[in-house]
């Protein structure tokens, strides 16, 4: 038994919840890997360093450079015969690809699994992670994403894997990627930071999200957002934590000026410790939060940058 | 052109679950449905497509019990020209609905299928990407804008890190993203009109699938209970516990 697991990666470093499918992956066996992607060498020897990893799939084309679905399914289906799972992160990237895959196969996807019971046999959220469903998939082959804030990611050493060329697939015409826009931050990202501070509604505009500067730098933090935020156009959208935004588990999750719908909190509830400032003491937020201070975000946030910076 | 747009009836998104005491699902008896949120999202895109003239038909597809002609009767209402039920008590898994949904496409010949990027019930995110592998199409999954220009369209996706742009030759699938529009509300005349409009309800069989679900449910539980903590008095007792009771900072 043999996974395959897709993995997403940037100017040649791995992305973590690529490293908690490999995790994932472990579980059931054998572990490949495949780095998809135009002059992609540097995140193919990084793969290879991953403990767990036996060998890498290197797929250095023009016509991955940008992981548009429709070839990168396509090379997946191709590999497909030598694997029993098929696997990658719930991800943009890994939603997009791994139904197509999926469909092709003839096979029902199972998303963004939290546990792995046995190789047929899985636990993954649904009705946003209010209730937990165990599924025993009859497919000959699992096509499977993995809930990355479920598993502990595989260090980034300790492994040498062999690298191998993937074969050449005739690429599917249709689909032509023509520019992104992404946003450019220093800090941590969403899904792999030790520390999140997100703000909601109660942040009023964009502007006061600066706000959360200070004490995001002091703590290494990631900055989110509540849906309600990024809907009234404070943040852009990759901020958004929550059912349909990014799911993120950190050691340490504050929530500021977010009341604490269940879709948020479906995209949170498993970190560790959670903070909760909100001026509304009935807030749902409190009912999940370790810690709750009731009170004006706008008078406890400067005091919270100045408390952490007495550090 | 004529456009497909699959609403999926689900447990409306205000409503709080209960897992059943059997642990055979959730509760759904005499709860609140509705359509899919995303789906809402959908039949708004395609209708606004056929106000700008791009659009000539929409067609509401719904899958599932009888009552799913109520989801029908709301696509209509905001501007769905007809509807198709495909009727079954089974539970539809995404490839089973993509299988369907292809027949229906195959019939009717749309060059564009708007689908909802996720249900909100399964949480599966995969019939559109399904759909669009099983025809040949390409697919502009997440999207938060798009634009049809001739025979492709440009469609920008929202991203783990952002915003992507992606130009699609016609056919093609899209999935709706939040932030593509605000659906509107059916106006009372218009919800009177929609009595009036044409659902077609046909069978699995008809369309040549077999729905049998191909992952069994084990068993459905609740997730493990957070507690919730304490309130804290000032940010400096805040900052205190996380450092010396929580030791997270």
Same mark, same amino acid.
């Given at each position: 038994m043999t996974a395959l697991v897709l993995i997403d990666h940037e100017g040649g470093l791995l992305k973590q919840p690529s490293r908690s499918a490999v995790a994932a992956a472990t579980k059931l066996g054998e572990v490949h890997v495949l780095v998809a992607g135009s002059g992609v060498q540097a995140a193919a020897d990084a793969a290879a360093r991953l403990p767990g990893v036996s060998k890498v799939i290197l797929a250095d084309a023009p016509a991955y450079a940008n992981a548009l679905a429709e070839p990168l399914a396509a090379l997946i289906v191709a590999l497909a015969?030598?694997?029993s799972h098929l696997m990658a992160a719930t991800t943009a990237n890994g939603k997009n690809v791994m139904p197509r895959v999926a469909a092709v196969l003839d096979s029902q996807p199972i998303s963004d699994i939290a546990e792995?019971?046995?190789a047929d046999t899985f636990v993954r959220p649904i009705y946003a992670g209010n209730a937990m469903a165990t599924v025993k998939s009859s497919d000959a082959k699992k096509v499977i994403t993995v809930r990355a804030a479920s598993f502990d990611p595989v260090p980034n050493e300790g492994g040498s894997a062999s690298i191998e060329a993937a074969p050449a697939v005739d690429m599917p015409a249709g689909s032509r990627w023509v520019s992104a826009e992404l946003s450019k931050s220093e800090r941590p990202e969403l899904t792999a930071a030790r520390v999140v501070v997100s703000g909601g509604r109660g942040m009023q505009n964009g502007d006061n999200f600066k706000l959360l500067d200070p004490i995001a730098d002091k703590l290494g933090a990631a900055v989110g957002?509540?849906?309600a935020a990024v809907d009234a156009g404070f943040v852009p959208n990759d901020y958004q934590v929550g059912q349909t935004g990014k799911i993120v588990a950190p050691e340490l999750y504050i929530a500021i000026g977010i009341s604490g719908a269940i879709q948020h909190l479906a995209g949170m509830k498993d970190s560790k410790v959670i903070v909760a400032i909100n001026k509304d003491e009935e807030a749902p937020i409190f009912q999940v939060a370790d810690y709750g201070l009731v009170a004006d975000l706008f008078v406890a946030l400067p005091e919270l940058a100045a408390e952490l910076e007495r550090g | 052109?004529?456009?497909?747009?699959p609403v999926k009836r689900v447990v409306d998104y205000n409503v709080k679950v209960r897992v059943k005491s059997d642990n055979t699902g959730v509760e759904t008896a005499g709860v609140k449905m509705s359509m899919n949120p995303f789906d809402e999202i959908a039949i708004e895109e395609a209708v606004r497509l056929k106000e700008k003239g791009v659009a000539?038909?929409?067609?509401?597809?719904s899958m599932g019990v009888a009552a799913c002609q109520e989801?029908?009767?709301t696509a209509l209402a905001m501007g769905a020209d007809r509807g198709i039920l495909v009727e079954s008590d089974v539970d539809l898994q995404p490839l089973a609905v993509a299988k369907m949904l292809r027949a229906i496409v195959e019939k009717e #010949?749309?060059?564009?299928?708007?689908l #909802?990027?996720?249900?909100? @019930? @399964? @949480?599966m995110s995969a019939t559109g990407q399904m759909l669009a592998a099983l025809l040949g199409w390409p697919q502009g999954t997440f999207a938060s804008k798009v634009t049809v220009e001739g025979d492709s369209m440009t469609v920008i996706r929202e991203v783990d890190g952002g915003l992507e742009t992606v130009v699609l030759n016609l056919p093609a699938i899209i999935t709706t993203d939040l932030r593509l529009n605000e659906p509107r509300y059916a106006s009372l005349p218009n919800i009177m009109k929609a009595r009036k409009k044409t659902i077609d309800i046909v069978k699995p069989g008809d369309l040549g699938v077999d729905p049998t679900p191909r992952l069994v449910v084990i068993k459905v539980e609740e997730p493990p209970k957070r507690q919730a903590g304490r309130k804290v008095a000032s940010v400096a007792e805040l900052v205190d516990k996380l450092r010396n009771e929580a030791k997270v900072i």
């Open positions: 015969p030598g694997y792995v019971i046995d957002a509540s849906r | 052109m004529k456009i497909l747009v000539t038909e929409i067609i509401a597809v989801t029908i009767r #010949g749309p060059k564009l299928v708007i #909802g990027k996720q249900a909100i @019930d @399964d @949480d």
